[in-house]
């Protein structure tokens, strides 16, 4: 089991990858922004990181950077 962090700004897009991440035995967190997905780094070791790269505060690729 792998913990997966979803960081995608569309919440529909977010719940469908998540469903198929639970589908394969796997803890998802989410994230609708780059706030969110630093905070969530920050507390939590993540063993993938699913990154939206066209998102506000800040996007997809600053996260990446800062991550």
Same mark, same amino acid.
């Given at each position: 089991m792998a913990n997966? =962090?979803?960081v995608e700004d569309?919440?529909?897009m977010q719940d469908i990858i998540c469903e198929?991440?639970?589908r394969g035995g796997h803890a998802c967190f989410t994230a609708a922004d780059g706030v969110d997905a630093l905070?969530? =780094?920050k507390?939590?070791?993540m063993? =993938?990181?699913i990154l939206d790269i066209m998102m506000p505060h800040p996007?997809?690729?600053s996260v990446c950077k800062m991550a």
């Open positions: 997966i =962090l979803i569309e919440k529909n198929y991440m639970h905070m969530i =780094l507390n939590n070791p063993d =993938l990181m996007d997809g690729f």
